[in-house]
């Protein structure tokens, strides 16, 4: 679970978002703009970012605050995960990325297997939906949901990415080092639960 400053930091942003959003008085204006203030000072004063950074990541979004969507591609072959390394931390992951405009969920699944790792897929079957900020991951200014979505190769060949500097296929116990800011163990066991018994429901939450 995550740290209860960073629950608050995130309730803050998302009350004055929605004020600066809705409210038309300027002294609410002016009120609604220094929560949003005090939300970036409680996460500057705790990671050590500078405000700055913060103001543009976090707190630069407008209308009503939404949780943003993650989207992973699980890909098995021969009893093995396909996974990819990410140059801005050296972790393994499964592609994926940010939901995109546009595109279904099942869309941007095969397009992140190809750009991360060069194969074409096609996407089969709805793993799980989880809330990220009840599972293991460091703490994150966004509230996100993570989708992971199994896909099966239809052809391609591993290529690294823009993104990613490494592609490979790796078993249950043999599992690399994780960036686990993008997924964690407990999450690659449950997915691989869906290798053992493809009639395993979807999990959320």
């Avoid at 409210?23 to 700055?52: A, C, G, H, P, W």
């Avoid at 931390?89 to 699944?109: C, F, H, R, T, Y």
């Avoid at 290529?159 to 043999?174: C, H, K, P, Q, W």
Wanted: aromatic share 10%.
């Amino acid at each position: 679970m995550e740290p209860k400053w960073l629950e608050w930091a995130k309730q803050l942003q998302s009350i004055a978002q929605a004020g600066l959003t809705y409210s038309k008085d300027v002294y609410d204006l002016e009120r609604f703009e220094m929560v949003r203030n005090i939300s970036i000072e409680i996460l500057s004063q705790q990671t050590s970012i500078d405000k700055t950074v913060i103001k543009e990541l976090f707190a630069n979004e407008t209308g009503y605050a939404t949780p943003k969507v993650d989207i992973r591609s699980v890909v098995f072959k021969d009893n093995k995960i396909l996974m990819v390394r990410e140059k801005d931390d050296g972790g393994w992951s499964l592609p994926g990325g940010w939901g995109d405009i546009g595109l279904s969920p099942s869309e941007v699944a095969v397009k992140e297997v190809q750009e991360e790792s060069g194969f074409d897929v096609r996407a089969i079957k709805l793993i799980g939906v989880l809330d990220k900020k009840c599972h293991p991951h460091p703490p994150s200014p966004y509230h996100v949901y993570k989708m992971f979505i199994q896909c099966e190769i239809i052809g391609g060949n591993p290529i690294e990415g823009i993104e990613t500097s490494d592609v490979g296929f790796f078993a249950e116990n043999e599992l690399p080092s994780l960036s686990v800011e993008r997924n964690t163990e407990s999450q690659l066991q449950l997915v691989f639960k869906h290798l053992h018994n493809p009639q395993e429901p979807v999990f959320f939450d």
